[in-house]
Structures are given as C-alpha cells and as structure tokens.
C-alpha cells in the first residue's frame, strides 16, 4: 500500500482534493464573483426538486466529468470561458510554487512527472 503524506487528501468518493481544500478561498471569490448559480446534479431526491432551479442529469455515475466547482456544499457548472478562466489560475498558482522548488520527494516527483506528462 502506498504511502500518503500529509500534503495530499484523498476523499472518500475518490480523488485527490488538495488543490481544491486549500484554495477554497478562491473558488469562493471565483463564484461570486462570476455570479455562478449552483445546480442539483440529478437523481433528485423528492424533498430537493422543488428547490432546483436548474437539473442536470449528467447520465454518468461516478462522478461528474463535465468543468464544475465545489463550494459551500454546492456545485457549480462552468462552461468553457469560465473554465479557461479559472484553470488558468491554477496554472498561476502552480508556477509560482515549481519556481521556489529545488527538490522534490519521490512520490512528488511521479506525481508532477505524470500530471506534465498530459499537458500540450
């Protein structure tokens, strides 16, 4: 079994969210600041359709694969400009942190060497 530093959280559901815990911050100034409304991914339980203002159903399970963001317990779907838009804060944020590195661990450097692996 692998280990798992302290840096890195996997949820329950699957997924490593560290990115995504720490920058809850910016998510939230993302959302707002865009005037993003939250939407219910179906299958909607009775007591929670007449709340929705907007029902999706992805027809996936296991996860949503379409561009969305987490906060405060709800979801929000962004389309491509959103998209580009925030991702490119993250690209921001992670090269601002790779210019202060001069060593990796082991395991971080699998990670970084896979993730820019997918990358153009």
Not at 100 to 120: D, H, I, P, R, Y
């Amino acid at each position: 079994m692998a280990s798992q530093s302290s840096e890195f959280w996997t949820s329950p559901i699957g997924g490593n969210w560290a990115y995504w815990v720490k920058a809850a911050k910016s998510i939230g100034e993302f959302v707002r600041g865009n005037k993003l409304a939250p939407v219910v991914i179906a299958p909607v339980f009775a007591e929670a359709a007449p709340a929705a203002k907007r029902v999706i159903d992805l027809g996936i399970r296991g996860g949503i694969r379409a561009a969305h963001l987490h906060f405060d317990d709800k979801i929000y779907m962004l389309d491509a400009e959103q998209w580009t838009k925030f991702s490119g804060s993250i690209i921001a944020d992670s090269t601002a942190k790779l210019a202060n590195v001069k060593k990796v661990s082991f395991e971080q450097a699998v990670l970084l060497g896979s993730v820019a692996q997918t990358l153009g």
